[in-house]
């Protein structure tokens, strides 16, 4: 919402100057978001006439101007202007005078100073609208209004100090899109006057009506509208109108145009002026549209429509979408001669989101889907009428006026102990009185409740809460203390069995990767390629094709993350980031924290690239390998959490280098290094090695338990055991575990050798495997034959299941 | 008999020229192996009366165990000088860097998100995470925002191609609110059985969603609600617990806040927040950095509760703008970069 201060004070005139309003209005929730005067700064600017003027004796286009500006002496001024005319008022920058800087530029003010010109003294400059900031007119002086007195300043002349102010409007104040509401609100806050325009009768001189038939009482709660006849369309604006139109960032248009969007901006009511002559058959028919039919609009867009749509329609079919835009065949022109102006009530919920459906807004639409006082038609329609006669002249027919159904406005109720409650502060209830009061509400003081009947003005008023908002607005926020709250205190602690993510970033973050934050969108090729995903969930209204749908994998953008720190120089890359991945699961439900169909599981995940170790003048540089990574997911995997590895293909990663991690069977990540193809498509100079797990299991953590020390010494037993090369190490620890009893506190793998041919005691198609065998009883010393028994079974089961054998 | 003062002396002479430990142990024999000096003196005694050979023998003694005493001597000035020697020759450029000292860092947003966590924490909030695919109730309907009601288009929403168990299309949540309600559901239900309800205090930070790209706006960015129910929260009591916690987040006791009537349409009153420091670059402007209000009875009774008896607030901070005061980041767009140049700043 856009306005003039001048305008605004001829509805309410406080004694607080444009700031002080616009501060009032900000903190009463109507946000001024800009204030300027109607034109920047500049000063030293006349009213001057042009009393004679000459060619300059040495240049073509340049004239030399006697120019009254109301001293005894005319100036002698050189000007360049194409419109140079004896007689002409013009804006005349005396010397010493100060003129904005052209739009765009960081240029200083400009100063005029005398100056020669080609040889002639010139005392000043003659201007142009945007030498002045008013326009980007250029095409030559500004011509001021006849009545200016030479000398006369021109800022105030014009009335270039005038404020404009453009108000931010949240959606339940639409009784504030229009000047009288924004005057509404400045009165109560204030406490001056407001001045309702006066709309008296235009009584009719025609009998002529124009029938219409409301079929939709849904969409349409009120019908009011009147013909005029031999009305003049060419009649021009008054400079007036469109200095206020102008102001509120309206182009001026035509008389009937400008009247229809003026009485908008000053009352709220959108109207629609049709040409009365170009209704086919003569009546008018609001009802919803039909499938099939279409609408060609005043924009030049023809729209379908369907039965949600509310159409008026004439003989030929639907002439314009209700309460959002007129139709191009029965728009007004030049030639018109006969209107029908229109003002009904639409119902919100028949407007709200329609023409969002077509891909515009209109200011009606904007005002009838958050809602319109029902009460004003026939008032508003006398108001357009008498400024149509005031303009173009005409014959006004009697108005017509049909009251289908109309909003309810039954009381609203608040209880003043409530009101208190809410607020936080004991407020005596004269004063909600008073600030309810000032609004305008109608009230009544029942003793400890108050009620209010809403207005026909206001469709945000209908439970208590929304009266107590009224109270706390006029009251002001900022009178409202800030308490730190007297609560009971409980303490609240997060359970030590849970890992906070926070703890999971610390431990990549202390094993040098760098946390990133990628989009949850992606190009649907890193799915494809990258995560094997063909069926992505995907974005319906995505803001850029290669965001296009919702990733299941971090994979993808971990990559990018790779390339874009290599094409800036970075050769050592590693980056975690924690965030959800989405994948269709018919088997999720509505849950607490579920939604049915997607599982979005939050993942933590990581990429490595280049050098294993941060380059040092004491280690030897080598490239970072899975087991690097695989350390560093290790390092998050909680203590009492029982993982396997297990080798298969995936299709980002190398298939003889990556693995499936399952935590109790479940699967639940990746990690492997990135598959040549990808390298080779990404242009990577080496391969990255990335894992990516969900943090549900990680985040679940045992809380430690005791177990007596064993104050009895360790046995230690190494078995090197031959094997066929393709069994994983894993399985054989994991029948090794198996097979071990209590007394076994620890078996690891603390050598792997898998020779390049046959040699010694391996065939080329074998492996050796050592394990070295904690044993340790907490009651006693274990003995030998009791430490080889044990080693013996661990041995007998190896042998079973993998068919291994001692290494000699 | 030859004087034991200088077989003692000489002793001495002898040992300290040594500069080997096994030469030390060869003159040791001179004097006091089988065959050395003091030896064979102690031989001699057995020919002596017995009253000489008594002060004889204490002689001899005595010289013996001044001998001994410089060997010793002579031993550990040997030990100290070697070991003087290994540790000159151990000694490293103490200057060299060490190993293995670079660290990673959380990202910016998420260094502030921690930071905000352990502000709420304090006194005594939960910390709550949800699902970002969201459905159209919890998201706007739950919130008071029935379809085509203009306020929804305050928010431009992303749609995904699947449904919810209603039919509607899922979307991108917009806002962390809906968190609020699934937060509050599970509270109010854990307690339905309790004549008390233990307060709700819980934030919920995480990734949110708008169909918006410029210099301002990022598609996807980072918000924190806040919640605060009980039977007596108040907004007043909104306006110290944020301004408290806008003091604490910046360790500045001089910001101001001022309360902006706003509209949202899960709470009311609403309020949007501006907040002004008393020094720095920002100094004197009035930043804006949050939504709030008294939580809406429709939402209050959504949440599975009565609204006579709960009341309460919420407010919503985007944690980009928090970032961004705090540490004078000027481009949203720095933040889903993910150029390590930016990030490691936050190390």
């Known amino acids: 919402m856009k306005f003039s201060e001048s305008w605004l004070r001829t509805f309410v005139n406080p004694t607080q100057d444009g700031e002080a309003i616009a501060h009032a209005l900000t903190m009463a929730g109507l946000e001024v978001e800009e204030l300027q005067t109607a034109a920047p700064p500049f000063s030293g600017v006349v009213a001057g006439r042009i009393v004679s003027f000459a060619k300059h004796p040495s240049a073509d286009r340049l004239s030399v101007c006697q120019v009254d500006v109301g001293d005894a002496q005319a100036l002698n001024i050189v000007c360049g202007a194409p419109n140079v005319a004896a007689g002409m008022l013009v804006p005349c920058a005396r010397v010493g005078a100060r003129l904005p800087p052209l739009p765009g530029t960081d240029a200083q003010p400009l100063e005029i100073r005398r100056a020669s010109m080609r040889g002639v003294a010139s005392e000043g400059m003659l201007c142009s609208a945007r030498e002045l900031g008013l326009s980007d007119d250029h095409s030559g002086l500004l011509a001021l209004p006849a009545h200016a007195t030479p000398g006369a300043d021109v800022r105030a002349l014009l009335d270039l100090d005038d404020r404009i102010f453009t108000v931010k409007l949240t959606p339940n104040r639409a009784d504030a899109l229009s000047v009288l509401g924004i005057a509404r609100e400045v009165a109560a806050l204030t406490g001056a006057p407001l001045v309702e325009p006066a709309m008296p009768a235009v009584p009719a001189t025609v009998g002529d009506a124009l029938r219409v038939t409301v079929h939709a009482s849904d969409l349409c709660g009120r019908f009011s509208g009147r013909l005029v006849r031999g009305v003049n369309a060419r009649a021009a604006t008054p400079q007036w109108m469109k200095d206020r139109l102008e102001r509120a960032g309206q182009r001026p248009i035509s008389a009937l145009v400008d009247i229809s969007n003026y009485v908008m901006l000053e009352l709220g009511r959108p109207s629609h002026i049709f040409d009365a002559d170009k209704i086919a058959g003569g009546e008018l028919h609001v009802r919803w549209g039909r499938a099939g039919e279409s609408v060609a609009l005043l924009n030049g867009q023809t729209v379908a429509v369907d039965a949600s749509v509310g159409v008026i329609a004439d003989a030929r079919g639907p002439e314009a979408l209700a309460g959002i835009m007129g139709g191009d065949a029965t728009a007004v022109s030049l030639e018109t001669t006969s209107i029908f102006i229109e003002a009904a009530f639409w119902w919100p919920a028949a407007i709200q989101g329609r023409a969002r459906r077509y891909n515009f807004a209109t200011e009606a639409g904007h005002r009838f889907e958050r809602g319109v006082d029902f009460s004003t038609t026939v ?140 989009y949850s969108f992606v190009d649907a090729a890193w799915e494809a390629d990258l995560a094997g995903n063909l069926t992505p969930i995907r974005l319906k209204n995505p803001i850029a094709s290669q965001m296009g749908v919702m990733r299941s994998s971090l994979f993808g953008s971990l990559v990018a993350n790779v390339a874009y720190n290599l094409n800036r120089k970075q050769s050592r890359v590693r980056v975690f980031e924690v965030g959800r991945v989405f994948r269709a699961d018919a088997a999720v439900p509505d849950g607490p924290l579920t939604v049915a169909g997607v599982d979005q599981p939050m993942m933590i995940g990581a990429v490595a690239f280049g050098a294993a170790r941060q380059e040092q003048w004491g280690s030897r540089a080598r490239p970072v390998d899975f087991f690097d990574v695989k350390g560093d997911l290790e390092a998050l995997l909680p203590g009492d959490l029982a993982v396997r590895f297990v080798a298969a293909t995936h299709p980002a990663l190398h298939p003889g280098r990556s693995a499936q991690i399952f935590a109790a069977d479940r699967p639940v990540g990746w990690i492997g290094e990135l598959h040549p193809r990808w390298v080779a498509a990404h242009d990577l100079p080496g391969a990255p090695v990335l894992f990516e797990i969900d943090t549900a299991v990680l985040v679940v953590t045992a809380v430690p338990s005791y177990a007596e020390v064993a104050h009895t010494p360790p046995v230690l037993r190494d078995i090197a055991l031959v094997v066929d090369a393709a069994t994983p190490a894993g399985a054989v620890l994991a029948t090794l575990t198996a097979a071990a009893d209590s007394r076994v506190t620890s078996i690891s793998l603390f050598d792997h050798y898998r020779p390049a041919k046959a040699g010694g005691d391996l065939a080329e198609s074998e492996k050796s495997l050592a394990f070295r065998v904690v044993m340790q009883d907490t009651q006693r010393t274990l003995t030998d034959a009791e430490a080889e028994a044990m080693t013996q079974k661990l041995v007998d089961a190896a042998v079973q299941a993998h068919r291994a054998r001692l290494r000699a | ?198 307060p709700i205090k819980v934030i919920a930070p995480g990734r949110t969603y708008r169909v918006d790209s410029d210099a301002t706006h990022s598609p996807m960015f980072h918000q924190v609600e806040g919640l605060w129910i009980d039977e007596d929260i108040s907004f007043a009591d909104l306006k110290g617990v944020f301004l408290n916690f806008m003091r604490a987040f910046f360790e500045d006791e001089h910001i101001v806040a001022r309360f902006r009537p706003s509209y949202f349409p899960f709470t009311e009153p609403s309020a949007e927040i501006d907040i002004a420091f008393s020094s720095g670059p920002m100094k004197g402007r009035w930043l804006e950095v949050s939504g709030s209000g008294q939580v809406h009875p429709d939402v209050v009774r959504n949440f599975g509760l009565d609204p006579e008896r709960y009341i309460g607030f919420a407010f919503g901070t985007g944690l980009e703008r928090l970032t961004m005061l705090r540490y004078g980041i000027g481009d949203l767009r720095l933040f889903f970069e993910g150029d390590l140049r930016f990030l490691r700043q936050f190390a």
Request: net charge neutral; glycine share 6%.
């Open chain 1, 379 to 518: 008032a508003h329609v006398e108001r357009i009428t008498a400024l149509v006669l005031e303009i173009c002249g005409g014959a006004p027919g009697p108005i017509g006026d049909q009251i289908l159904s109309l909003p309810e406005r039954p009381p609203v109720r608040m209880r003043v102990a409530r009101c208190r409650k809410v607020i936080g502060v004991a407020l005596a209830k004269d004063e909600m009185l008073s600030a309810l009061g000032r609004l305008g509400l109608p009230l009544r003081d029942l003793g400890e409740v108050i009620e209010v009947t809403p207005p026909p003005f206001r469709f945000d008023l209908s439970i208590e809460e929304d009266l107590i908002e009224e109270v706390a607005r006029m009251h002001g926020f900022d009178n409202i203390p800030a308490l730190p709250p007297k609560a009971r205190s409980a303490m609240f602690n997060a359970p030590e069995s849970r890992r906070s993510l926070f703890t999971l970033r610390d431990i990549l973050a202390g094993r040098d990767y760098q946390e990133v934050v990628n």
């Open chain 2, 1 to 198: 008999m030859p004087d034991l003062d200088s077989i003692v002396a000489q002793a001495r002479t002898q040992f300290a020229a040594i500069s080997e430990p096994a030469q030390l142990e060869e003159a040791k024999a001179r004097f006091l192996g089988k065959t050395g000096s003091v030896t064979s003196l102690l031989k001699t005694l057995g020919g002596l009366p017995a009253e000489e050979r008594r002060v004889q023998g204490e002689a001899i003694n005595h010289a013996k165990q001044a001998i001994e005493a410089a060997l010793a001597l002579r031993r550990d000035e040997l030990a100290r000088a070697r070991m003087e020697q290994r540790l000159a020759a151990e000694a490293l450029d103490v200057t060299l860097p060490g190993r293995n000292s670079q660290r990673g860092a959380l990202h910016p947003i998420l260094r502030t998100q921690r930071r905000v966590e352990s502000i709420f924490r304090s006194i005594g909030f939960d910390v709550a995470e949800g699902p970002e695919i969201e459905s159209d109730w919890y998201n706007f309907t739950a919130l008071n925002s029935p379809e085509n009601h203009p306020a929804r288009s305050m928010q431009d929403t992303f749609y995904v191609d699947a449904s919810d168990s209603a039919g509607k299309p899922l979307l991108l949540r917009t806002h962390t609110s809906p968190m609020q309600v699934r937060y509050a559901k599970i509270h109010a239900a854990a307690h339905r059985e309790h004549p008390e309800m233990a």
